[in-house]
């Protein structure tokens, strides 16, 4: 409703504003219908051709909301306060460290319709802003070795994300360990896991499967999940050696998509 009464007010048709943002005229009727959510990238442009400061993207912040499940809600509003981010993953980059085009891949095992598919990749690539943006969390990764071993379908998808890696692993503010298969057995190997850091001292967790997520708040829980981290990150390669496992990974893949001398 916004979005159409700004383009009136600006007396506007949807083709003169598809030259003044670049973007499709039947795109931006979808979006004024609501029949599409779009992406900041858009309301960005839209922002601009009305001179609306960051309006358009603020109301987007709030719709994209409404594209993910109720459960996690609460996580999202917690996590925008969180401080401190400890993640392990088991099977899948996390998807705060992921490529544009790994997690087009991964979303797309959903079997999302198109439209679906893209709203949930925008809303996955605009919730980065947590360890990339101006105050950004200090985030530290456990990958499972498995992360690494399951690469993209497109090896050129793949090379991507593990060069993504390589350079996160090297910020300031970001940790990245591999849990290689030698550890053998541990607590955390039934689905991933995600602790927030809040101000004031508070931790929740996070635990997520391929089709189901919870949210941990009472003390009892979430230190029993805390210290099955602890101990999983002590069996843990070093950073630096888990650097060197992730370019290990980036140098394989490369000589094995590499075409044939004979």
Known sequence: MELARLREAAGWSLTELAEKTTYDRSYLLKLEKGEKLGSLNAMAALDKAYDTGRHLQNLWELAKQEVVPDRFRRFMALEAQATVRQTYSVSTVPGLLQTQAYAT???????L????LAEQVAYRMSRQLLIYGDSPQHFRALLDE???????????????QLERLIEDA??????IQVVPFSSGLHNLMGGSLTLLWLPGGKTVAWTESSYSGDLFEEYADVEHLKLSYDLLRDAALSPAASLDLIRQAMEDSTSCSAPSQT
């Open 146 to 160: 498995a992360v690494l071993r399951r690469g993209a379908r497109d090896p050129k998808v793949w090379r991507e």
């Open 170 to 175: 090297q910020r300031p503010n970001i940790t």
């Open 113 to 116: 319709t198109e439209e679906e």
């Open 105 to 111: 891949e991964v979303l797309s095992l959903q079997r």
